[in-house]
């Protein structure tokens, strides 16, 4: 049967001499697999479209295993993404999150809407470091290990402290926080600022300010909590955190 998604390509492996493996995020379909034929030819019909970050249309013959791609029709390549080292590191990166944390063949679109807002606001030059953290907040809520970050976990104090709880996941109150010796200390704006980002549409979030070590706390603290309740090695986070570095200094 012809199938027609929209999707971007999360991940290629070469296949043989000649073919691509394609992986894709489907608007429709969740992620899927797809069998690129002849994709490592220079003159292939798909050399072009069978790249890591294309967003396009795609029409493939499903099967009950792979599928195998008929044709594509690129809408973006995002372009700017690829040519600068630091933001095709993000987008590698995020990509390789969604491929870690989905199933195949599991739909959901919001996810798609997700991503595909995510590429575009790298591409356009919104903030990287930004983007990539709502990108981890709102892959927590997909990963179904998302903090508690409006209350105390422990009590429902809706005057959360300035703890967080790696071991609870989630807030402290001052009169709870001796319930975990581990508790890391963080800054009002790092809260607010996690809770924004696990609940804003990222349309609405724009190009907004972030102070160097706001973002600097926020990215710990998020590091902290995918390695503790995510736990997925990702080659891609190892040279983001290398390329950030750069920039950092
Ligand atoms: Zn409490």
């Known amino acids: 049967m012809l199938q027609k998604v929209e999707g971007i390509i999360i991940r290629t492996n070469d296949y043989g001499e000649t073919n691509k493996i394609l992986t894709l995020y489907t608007?429709?379909?969740?992620?899927?697999?797809?069998?690129?034929?002849?994709?490592?030819?220079?003159?292939?019909?798909?050399?072009?479209?069978?790249?890591?970050?294309?967003?396009?249309?795609?029409?493939?013959?499903?099967s009950r295993g792979i599928g195998t791609l008929n044709q594509a029709d690129v809408i973006s390549s995002f372009r700017d993404v690829r040519s600068d080292l630091r933001l095709t590191t993000h987008a590698a990166y995020i990509v390789e999150l969604i491929d870690k944390l989905t199933e195949d063949n599991s739909r959901n679109p919001y996810l798609f809407e997700l991503l595909y807002q995510t590429m575009n606001y790298l591409d356009e030059g919104s903030d990287p470091d930004i983007l990539t953290r709502i990108f981890e907040t709102k892959m927590l809520e997909?990963?179904?290990?998302?903090?508690?970050?409006?209350?105390?976990?422990?009590?429902g104090n809706p005057e959360g402290g300035a703890s967080f709880s790696l071991k609870h996941s989630g807030l402290l109150c001052r009169r709870c926080e001796m319930e975990d010796e581990h508790r890391l200390s963080v800054s009002p704006s790092v809260i607010k600022l996690l809770r924004l980002f696990q609940y804003i549409d990222i349309k609405r979030i724009g190009n907004i300010n972030v102070k160097e070590e706001t973002k600097k706390q926020l990215k710990t603290l998020l590091n902290y909590y995918?390695?503790?309740?995510?736990?997925?090695?990702?080659k891609s986070k190892k040279f983001l955190d290398q390329v950030d570095q750069l920039y950092e200094s």
């Open 27 to 62: 608007r429709e379909n969740g992620k899927i697999a797809l069998m690129a034929r002849g994709a490592k030819r220079p003159k292939s019909r798909h050399a072009s479209s069978a790249q890591l970050f294309v967003y396009g249309i795609f029409i493939y013959q499903s």
């Open 142 to 155: 997909v990963a179904g290990t998302s903090p508690v970050l409006d209350r105390c976990i422990l009590c």
């Open 226 to 234: 995918y390695d503790e309740y995510v736990g997925v090695r990702l």
